[in-house]
């Protein structure tokens, strides 16, 4: 039971009165914080294993006290509930710990991505208010310390600087720097009732995919979170034998909490840590850590399937599901699946705004190989709709939206987004065209945002044509997706330049580079054409330039070609 007052935090949209009364009416939201649902595996299952990284193997007691002591280093540091604090850590145990220590005592996480940069984490930070800054040491050829204490330099908010690794050897700083590991061995004394959140305080902040320059703030409660996870265990079936492996970054959604490690943890099951989907390592760790249920974007199934057809790397024995979602997954390779990994498929078509789409276990599989799912909850509206807003018939693509007890009625302080992203209704509108088949199951057929999915990874088009006009001599730019047989679509840069201008990719690389941006944005090919198309009304017709670096990449194969 909780003692605490609700911790409100300015900038976050809540559900209208009528439907929060609706929601709680009907039991979807049960007034739980995450970490009760936690504490409750902990109480029955104390020495079980919760969590495998590497050679660290950690039981639900050991794991929920190494959370209750990362949760009293910040409270020691005077990061209080409601707080935030940008959290960017690869695949390790010290995630877990510390995303539970927040949720214990109401801190709030802002989940950035591993691959994530100067650009990407001052914007977060700025955005959020965050307080402090919690960062790995280094990131191959990065050294993050040193990123995190530009962020702070720029960020005032920033107050401190929390590192998982070696200190930086270096002493100017901006915000002192401290070890996370200190945190891991803090004796708690704080009281767990003084500081559970209620089921409508706000429980973390995910990154949405952005269509609209830098990532918008998604802001999730533990209400809608805990039945966000709920729903997600039930059709996934995760139980205490579930044995999950997260492979890909644990601060995204889908392995965070569909149904992910915060499912796993729910379930009294076990997550299996990986700090990369290589498929040599994962499948040796499917066979032996008796993984049941992996999770992947398209791009790593197909190269998990590659690997296992040439070398015959794992048994499988024990892997009952392979979870696939964040890119539209080509039926041919949906196919694939089953017969050489061994594994029943299942299609997640979920966002970070909230609403998931899953493919059921038990579905025939052309469902499953076919369509992209159907919500998770019965409480899931979805409205296919035309360009004016109206419904369309079954099988007929249209865009989506949606509203439910889990997907959230704005982004975090963004009112101006919020008008366009959002109906009058409150439905979100996410910017994908799907058709609806009548059996309920929905097929991801394109998408009207202006985005790039980089094999899950998300790019703002806007975000990239910024950086291009920062370049003298670049006259238009338009960022497009261009088809790629492993990651379904990379970055092209299209631009028109002024007269006795030569603008390189190099030029717009060293741009971005400057500005700190994450690597995935940078754009893998630039097209110079005399002038970029516009539509009718004078924007920029895109879709004549998909067509055209489409018509390019098939012209030099065939060129290639023998
Ligand atoms: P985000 O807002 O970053 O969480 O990204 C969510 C978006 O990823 C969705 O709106 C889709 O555009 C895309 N997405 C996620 N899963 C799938 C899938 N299985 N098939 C196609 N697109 C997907
Ligand atoms: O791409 C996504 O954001 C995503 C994919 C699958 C997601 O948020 C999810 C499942 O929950």
Known sequence: MNTRARVTIEGVVPWPEEFEQR????????????????????????????????????????????SASCAQYLLDLSIAPGDRIVLQLPNCWEFVALTLACLRIGVVPVMALPAHRRHELTHLASLSDATAIVVADTDRDTDLREVAQQVAAEVPSVG???VHGALSPRDTRYAPELTLRAGMDTTPRFVEADYEPNGSDVACLLLSGGTTGLPKLIVRTHNDYVYNILRCNAVSRFDSGTVYLG???????????????????????????LPSPAPE?????????????????????????????????YTGTTLRVLQVGGSRMPDELAARVEPILGTRLQQVFGMAEGLVNMTRLDDDPEIIITTQGRPVSEADEIAVVDEKGDPVPDGTPGAL????????????????????????EGWYSSGDIVIRRPDGNLVVAGRDKDMINRGGEKISAEEIENFA??????????????PDSVLGERLCLYISQAAGHEVTLDDILA????????????????????????????????????????????????????
């Not at 889908?254 to 076990?270: D, E, K, N, Q, V």
């Not at 879709?543 to 194969?557: A, C, F, G, S, V």
């Open 281 to 313: 390592r994962a499948l040796r760790a499917i066979d032996a850590e008796g993984v049941t249920v992996a999770a992947t974007v398209p791009a790593v199934a197909q190269a998990w399937i590659e690997h296992q057809r040439e070398h015959h790397t």
């Open 469 to 482: 006009y920062q370049i003298d001599g670049v006259d238009m730019a338009a960022a497009v997706a261009m």
């Open 401 to 424: 939206l949606t509203r439910g007890p889990y997907t959230p009625r704005g982004y975090f302080r963004a009112a101006e987004h919020n008008a366009r992203a959002f109906t009058a």
């Open 160 to 162: 401190t600087v929390l």
């Open 247 to 273: 492979t890909l970054p644990s601060s995204h959604n889908f392995s965070l909490a569909c149904p992910g490690i915060l499912g796993a943890l729910f379930a009294g099951g076990r997550t299996v840590m």
């Open 23 to 66: 929601y709680r009416k009907a039991g979807y939201w049960e007034e739980t914080s995450l970490g009760s649902h936690v504490a409750r595996q902990v109480e029955r299952r104390p020495d079980d294993i919760a969590l495998v990284d590497g050679p660290t193997r950690l039981s639900y007691r050991q794991l929920w006290d190494k």
């Open 511 to 562: 741009v971005m580079n400057a500005a700190g941006v994450a690597r995935f944005k940078l754009p893998e090919r630039l097209v110079i054409i005399d002038e970029i198309p516009t539509t009718k009304v004078g924007k920029v017709d895109k879709k004549t330039l998909r067509d055209d670096i489409r018509d390019r990449l098939m012209n030099e194969r065939e060129t290639l070609a023998p």
